[in-house]
């Protein structure tokens, strides 16, 4: 694998310049699982974000000893903690960006449709709150399996005459951060100027980088398109079996949620050219009615699906793949939200 042609990310200048500029809106961000091992220090970057005024802490325990903590930093933005359903409307009324990471983590040999079971419910039930108290907010959803979150969040706002689609987004982030290092790493480039866009879902095979879309240009054999797309996909998986049971990737993962809550606020501030790749419903895709795929980020969530590009034929066959578990997983979230 080997660089054809060096570009500047366009990601990192446009977020630069808009750090640089910052009209800072005041802003409101809940984190709803702000205890567990990706909220805290997801909290933590949020703490540190200009753009954020008052970030709201929700969990069912542990949370105050979080906030408090946090409230030390000598940052702007004012924490605050709310516990138990009780508290949960307060957290919510107000926010404009709600992201969740409330939910179980796997351990080794379990996949992530194996947290359905626990996971379906804890995000139907926060979603149903989020239609009452914030049903402007823009929602990242962090828990999985995202292929079945993304949907319940969906249907379950759709019940509640609250659906806004272009505001209901699948953190894929990390997909996208892990393929950007790994082939940066593999191709001695700068991690910060690589650009690869991961379409499709969050689990297994679904999880489609686009290798022929890398920037700057890379050129790969068919051999290394596979390997490299095998790692992505299962980088997960190999970062739950390291922590040997006591859960799944956080640190990263509070680093890809930051990115984009960033990304998020600064398209509902107006700034140009924030585009990230995110699971949501879209017609991207023919086939799929939840997918992810590259949008443009602005002050209405997303503003705009990029068309997907022109794909190698190994991708062409990932798609193919993928479209037995990504429908099952769709069907399985939308039936779970509508059940009695
Ligand atoms: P964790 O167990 O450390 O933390 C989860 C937190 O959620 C806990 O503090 C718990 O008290 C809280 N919680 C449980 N039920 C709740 C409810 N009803 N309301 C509010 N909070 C509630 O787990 P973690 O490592 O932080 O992972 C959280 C979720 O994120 C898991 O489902 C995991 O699979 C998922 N995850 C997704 C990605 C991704 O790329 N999208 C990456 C990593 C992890
Ligand atoms: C990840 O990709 O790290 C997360 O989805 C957590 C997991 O279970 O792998």
Redesign the pocket.
């Known amino acids: 694998m080997r660089a054809a042609s060096p570009i500047t990310s366009s990601r990192q200048q446009v977020v630069r310049a808009a750090r640089s500029q910052l009209a800072i809106e005041a802003r409101k961000v809940a984190v709803l699982g702000a205890a567990g091992g990706i909220g805290q220090p997801l909290s933590l970057l949020l703490k540190m974000n200009r753009m954020i005024s008052q970030l709201a802490l929700y969990d069912i325990a542990n949370v105050a000893g979080v906030a408090a903590d946090l409230s030390h930093c000598n940052t702007n933005t004012k924490v605050t903690a709310y516990t138990g359903p009780e508290e949960l409307a307060e957290a919510l009324k107000g926010a404009d960006l709600v992201v969740i990471p409330a939910g179980v ?2 351990k080794p040999g379990m996949t ?1 449709d194996d947290l359905f079971n626990i996971n379906a419910g804890i995000v139907k039930g926060l979603c149903e709150a989020i239609a009452v108290n914030c049903p402007d907010a823009v929602i990242n959803i962090i828990s ?1 399996p995202v292929n079945s979150t993304v949907p319940i969040c969906a249907e379950v706002l759709k019940k509640a005459g609250a659906y806004k689609p272009r505001k209901v987004m699948g953190v894929t982030t ?1 997909d996208v951060v892990r393929s950007n290092t790994f082939v940066a790493e593999a191709n001695q480039l700068d991690t910060k100027e690589v650009d690869v866009p991961v379409i499709g879902g ?1 689990a297994g095979e679904t999880i489609l980088p686009l290798l022929s879309q890398a920037k700057p240009k890379v050129e790969f054999t068919a051999e290394d398109a596979a390997a490299m797309t095998k790692k992505i996909q299962n ?3 190999d ?2 079996n390291a922590k040997a049971g006591t859960g ?2 956080t640190l990263s ?1 509070a680093y890809a949620a930051a990115r984009m809550a960033e990304s998020v606020l600064l398209g509902l501030n107006g700034e140009k050219d924030i585009y990230e790749c995110t699971y949501t419903e879209s017609d991207v895709m023919p086939g799929f009615q939840y997918f992810a795929s590259k949008v443009l980020l602005g002050p209405g969530g997303i503003e705009k699906f990029q068309p997907l590009p022109e794909l190698s034929e190994f991708e062409q066959q990932g798609l193919v793949a993928m479209k037995e578990l990504l429908t099952a997983n769709i069907q399985a979230g939308v039936e779970f939200a509508n059940k009695a």
């Open positions: 983590p796997r992530r999985n990390l969050h980088a997960g998986t970062v739950v799944s990737a993962m």
